[in-house]
């Protein structure tokens, strides 16, 4: 194991091994993606860009979970916009990368957690892990989902699960193209190994040129939908009752009571 920079890596850990980075978020018990772990995702990452050598990412979680999302106790006004700010710092340098990553998705992968999982290039899912974007039952959305969720799935399944928040499993989350493929749970470590083992036979020179030419039709569109979604999210949605209400009602374990405002 290696330290990614000068500071001390406390809720991720990152393993460096030839041409392939490692990282694991280690905020248990169920990886809870808050402002500390977003910020030290982005110091690996930027260290990880920097290594010549390094061409395959691997996330994954430890524990029980992959990620149960972001930090609930965030979503309020005065933290909010540094918020969303730093995580979304977060999945454009997943997207800009020109290393392959590829996540491994096991238990709770929800909210900030499946953003964070959908917008690597490979995502390998345990068949019984947990994926959905409940964000709409605390009276949020989530924006990155907003923005490249229909790319991925189509238009109605992504208007199905970010409306309504349910939870779909790890093989219906591979039929309908939020994973790339679906494994039994004892199984899914070796799957990821072969994924890599594949790469590794590969051009890293060609590999990031092909993820370059791939992604750049869909990148001008992501930017603008995303500064878009993060617009709306704080001029409209933080200034709903309904909002503070939601994340409110999160904390003190009850139900909301909506108003509709």
Not at 133 to 147: D, H, N, Q, R, W
Not at 246 to 253: D, I, P, S, T, Y
Request: with cysteine; aromatic share 4%.
């Amino acid at each position: 194991m290696i330290a990614a920079t000068d500071t001390k890596l406390e809720r991720i850990s990152l393993d460096v091994q030839g041409t392939v980075a490692r990282i694991v978020l280690h905020h248990l018990p169920l990886n809870v993606i808050d402002i500390p772990l977003m910020e030290e995702l982005s110091r690996v990452l930027a260290e990880i860009e920097s290594r010549p050598s390094a061409s395959v990412i691997v996330l994954s979680g430890a524990g029980e979970a992959f990620s149960a999302g972001v930090d609930v106790a965030a979503h309020t006004p005065d933290t909010i916009e540094a918020m969303l700010g730093k995580f979304h710092a977060v999945i454009r340098a997943l997207l800009a990368t020109k290393k392959v990553t590829i996540a491994a998705v096991h238990g709770a992968c929800l909210g900030g957690g499946a953003e964070l999982a959908m917008v690597c290039d490979l995502v390998h899912t345990a068949d019984n892990a947990q994926w959905g974007f409940p964000e709409i039952k605390l009276g949020c959305y989530p924006p990155v989902a907003c923005t490249a969720l229909a790319a991925l799935v189509g238009q109605k399944r992504a208007a199905d699960l970010i409306l309504t928040g349910r939870v779909i499993g790890g093989r219906e989350a591979a039929e309908i193209g939020l994973a790339t493929n679906a494994w039994p749970d004892a199984e899914l470590g070796a799957g990821v190994e072969q994924s890599v083992k594949r790469l590794l036979q590969l051009s890293p020179a060609a590999l990031a040129v092909a993820k370059k030419a791939s992604y750049a039709w869909d990148s001008m569109h992501f930017d603008k939908g995303l500064a878009r979604a993060e617009r709306v999210y704080f001029e409209d949605l933080m200034k709903t009752a309904d909002a503070a209400e939601g994340v409110r009602a999160f904390l003190e374990k009850r139900p909301p009571k909506w108003t509709g405002k």
